[in-house]
T-cell receptor, first 109, second 111 residues
Framework: GQNIDQPTEMTATEGAIVQINCTYQTSGFNGLFWYQQHAGEAPTFLSYNVLDGLEEKGRFSSFLSRSKGYSYLLLKELQMKDSASYLCAPMDSNYQLIWGAGTKLIIKP | DADVTQTPRNRITKTGKRIMLECSQTKGHDRMYWYRQDPGLGLRLIYYSFDVKDINKGEISDGYSVSRQAQAKFSLSLESAIPNQTALYFC??????????FGSGTRLTVV
């Protein structure tokens, strides 16, 4: 079957670093996406990994290990505006994204 | 203009009424999707279409129907709305191996 597992909620402090983990099982694999979703708004693209390793984009980095079915999103220098849900979404053999429930990140001053 | 446009943005309707949510895109993508999202839950797939002649049920298609009128247009209908269809609805588009682009969402309330 297809399954995504990520923490339901995390809390971090402004200016700190937080790592959001995701494990997945899919029918085939064509990369893994991370999306950010603010409450009541549409998800927006953050990152894409198709090969093992770390992809860095400004304050956000994403890591993938295909053999372990594991990814993480690393957010540095946290800002209040980073309070949102973060969705881990692997792409299956049919190029469809499989969505988990996401991780709600709460940033405290 | 937005790449993926959903109308209406908000709608309140009564139980038993028929309602249509519309989605249009200017990205030229072949694939289009309808999702619903309930508070605290993830995106659940209602229907998807890989081209104009292709319509597929998702995990929660009961009570919904769709129409792909053109490559750029994909409509979702609730034939007889019920209160547990109150949710946030998203349309999305994609091209094979690329990520999805989402519309701004339609907040539907069934009373």
């Amino acid at each position: 079957g297809q399954n995504i597992d990520q923490p339901t909620e995390m809390t971090a402090t402004e200016g700190a670093i937080v790592q959001i983990n995701c494990t997945y099982q899919t029918s085939g694999f064509n990369g893994l996406f991370w999306y950010q979703q603010h409450a009541g708004e549409a998800p927006t693209f953050l990152s894409y990994n198709v090969l093992d390793g770390l992809e860095e984009k400004g304050r956000f980095s994403s890591f993938l290990s295909r053999s372990k079915g594991y990814s993480y999103l690393l957010l540095k220098e946290l800002q209040m505006k980073d309070s949102a849900s973060y969705l881990c979404a692997p792409m299956d053999s049919n190029y469809q994204l499989i969505w988990g429930a996401g991780t709600k990140l709460i940033i405290k001053p | 203009d937005a790449d993926v446009t959903q109308t209406p943005r908000n709608r309140i309707t009564k139980t038993g009424k028929r309602i249509m949510l519309e989605c249009s895109q200017t990205k030229g993508h072949d694939r289009m999707y309808w999702y619903r999202q309930d508070p605290g839950l993830g995106l659940r797939l209602i229907y998807y279409s890989f081209d104009v002649k292709d319509i597929n049920k998702g995990e929660i298609s009961d009570g919904y129907s769709v129409s792909r009128q053109a490559q750029a247009k994909f409509s979702l209908s609730l034939e007889s709305a019920i209160p547990n269809q109150t949710a946030l609805y998203f349309c999305a588009t994609s091209v094979q191996a690329y990520g999805y682009t989402f519309g701004s969402g339609t907040r539907l309330t069934v009373v």
